[in-house]
Each structure stands twice: as C-alpha cells, then as structure tokens.
C-alpha cells in the first residue's frame, strides 16, 4: 500500500510540476508599459510585447537596457563624436526577437534593411544621445543607428552608412 501510495504522489508530483513548467512557459509578463512619450516602436518577429503584437519604448525604457557608447567619426559630423545608446542585439534579444534583418524605419518613412548579422557582428548601437545629450529630432533623435566606424574599417562605405539612418521611430524584424 506504501509503494502504491508513493507512486500515485510522486505521479502527481511530476504532473503537476509539468503543468507549472508549461503554464509559466505560456506566461509572458512582457514588457514595462511606457509612460513617457513613445519614441520607437518594435514589430514583426518578436515574443515579447507590451502593446497588441507591438514592443513600445519611450526614453526611460530605452535608457533600462544595456547602454553602450561609441566614440567615432561619421560621414555627417565635423568631428568624432560620442554617441550613447542601446546595443541593438541586446534589444532584439530583449524582445526575443527571430529573424535575419530589421527594417528601421524614419520619421520621413526613409526605410532600410539592416542584417541581424551587423548587430551580432559588431556593437551596432541605437544611439539615443550625442555627446552626453539626447538627441532631438533636428540632431538627428529620436534614434540614431550607429556602427562603430572608428574601430572597424572596413564599415567606412556607402552600403554601411546607409544602414546608419537617423530619426528612427520604427523596426520590423523579419
């Protein structure tokens, strides 16, 4: 009777371990929701959303993930500049995001295909601030996507630069 009884609870034991593990594995808690201004919103192939099939940030939000700064020369500044932002594969990673490029988007609809491959490949940075200040919509905000140009050479071409769009308010992952 002993043996009996200890399998019938250990049977209900894994059971319901089981359908802990499958119920907090259908759970997601998602993303914060944004109380400040919006400045990107993230669609396509992504797990984690806070908004309908959509991933909202405003500023604070962008600012919680992983920063990362890059000082480098571009195209279109004078001088080096210091450019601070999110790694973009940290928030892909964040929105567990699966696919092989990411459109990014401008407040002009501009529109270009970057390959998730650049963001592993190199520290590829949303650049939400330049020189210690955040970036507005006439200095290039609200989001800059910045290669490291400086430390990699071989990014300093056409293809690449056009890949650094500015006033970004939008990616689609494909």
Known sequence: MTKT???AWITAGKTALLAVGLFSAS???GLDTPEGR??????GNISE?????????DYAMLEALESHTTVTSTPWHDQQMTFK?????????TL??????VRAIAL?????SIPVEDLLEYDVILATHANGNPMSVREHGPIFV?????????????TIYARSAWQVNRLIID
């Open 38 to 43: 919006v400045i990107l919103t993230v669609s």
């Open 49 to 57: 959303t806070n908004a309908d099939d959509t991933a909202v940030f």
């Open 146 to 158: 910045i290669y490291p140009y400086d430390e990699h050479p071989e990014l300093n071409r056409e």
């Open 5 to 7: 009884l200890s399998k």
């Open 96 to 101: 567990g995001a699966e696919g092989d490029t």
């Open 27 to 29: 759970v997601s808690f």
């Open 85 to 93: 932002g999110p790694l973009a594969r940290v928030l892909l990673d």
């Open 108 to 112: 002009n609809d501009y529109e270009v």
